[in-house]
């Protein structure tokens, strides 16, 4: 087995791969997380008012978009946007025997074709996360500054004391491990396709759920990992 040196990595491979599941994502991903983060603070407000502790919707919006809900909608995302695509131009390759073609003429497939999307993902995922994060932040402030009258800058003061820096850490950890393992189950469908249409179709349908499905349990792993991490004091 040859060795492979840095100047064999499949740089160009790479850069595309992070352009268009990473920059390319980011409307969508920015849209979904504005309009969770109104929709978690509009129904946490309608609770809170009954008990008077208008407060406390700076801990419920922090902690459940920075910990939960930012690196698993993101990776739903993800997964069901550039996962299909990988399995699709994979099993496209298989169909019209590109791979068998690559391997002809020696070129590592996995080198090629496998590494760039897995270096892709592990490197955007966390990205995306912190970017949805912020924006679902920001329609959680404005939505909570116009039901409960919370200004913007007790938000903003009261945040970093409730949310510990540690959950962010945590949001972008779950993301390079749901972004490495969407773009494998990706592959693995991908290279399973057979030179037939149908199972080109049936093999992207089976990426996209077993991708998400493995992100739920990887999230579920997280959260008994990491249940005494990132608590406020």
Not at 59 to 69: A, D, Q, T, W, Y
Not at 209 to 227: C, G, K, P, Q, W
């Amino acid at each position: 087995m040859s060795r492979v040196s840095p100047a064999d990595l499949p740089r160009r491979e790479i850069s595309a791969n992070l352009y268009k599941s990473g920059v390319r994502a980011m409307p969508v991903t920015a849209l979904v997380g504005f309009l969770i983060g109104v929709v978690l603070s509009y129904l946490s407000a309608l609770q809170l008012k009954q008990f008077g502790a208008d407060i406390f919707i700076v801990n419920i919006i922090g902690l459940g978009i920075v910990r939960e809900l930012g690196p698993v909608l993101v990776a739903i995302l993800v997964a069901g946007r550039s996962g299909s695509a990988m399995t699709a131009q994979l099993g496209v390759m298989r169909v019209t025997e590109e791979i068998d073609a690559l391997a002809t003429m020696g070129v590592q497939r996995g080198l090629r074709l496998v590494f760039p999307k897995v270096v892709a993902l592990i490197v955007a995922l966390p990205l995306l996360v912190l970017w949805s994060t912020a924006i679902a932040l920001i329609g959680g402030m404005v939505s909570a500054q116009v039901q409960l009258d919370i200004s913007y800058g007790f938000f903003f003061q009261t945040l970093p004391r409730v949310v510990p820096a540690a959950n962010l850490w945590i949001g972008l950890a779950k993301g390079a491990v749901f972004g490495m393992f969407i773009a494998l189950v990706a592959c693995h469908f991908g290279l399973r396709v057979r030179p037939n249409t149908e199972s080109l179709s049936s093999n992207t349908t089976a990426s996209v759920v077993s991708a998400i499905t493995v992100v739920i349990i990887l999230d579920a792993f997280f959260a008994i990992a990491t249940r005494s991490i990132g608590l406020p004091s």
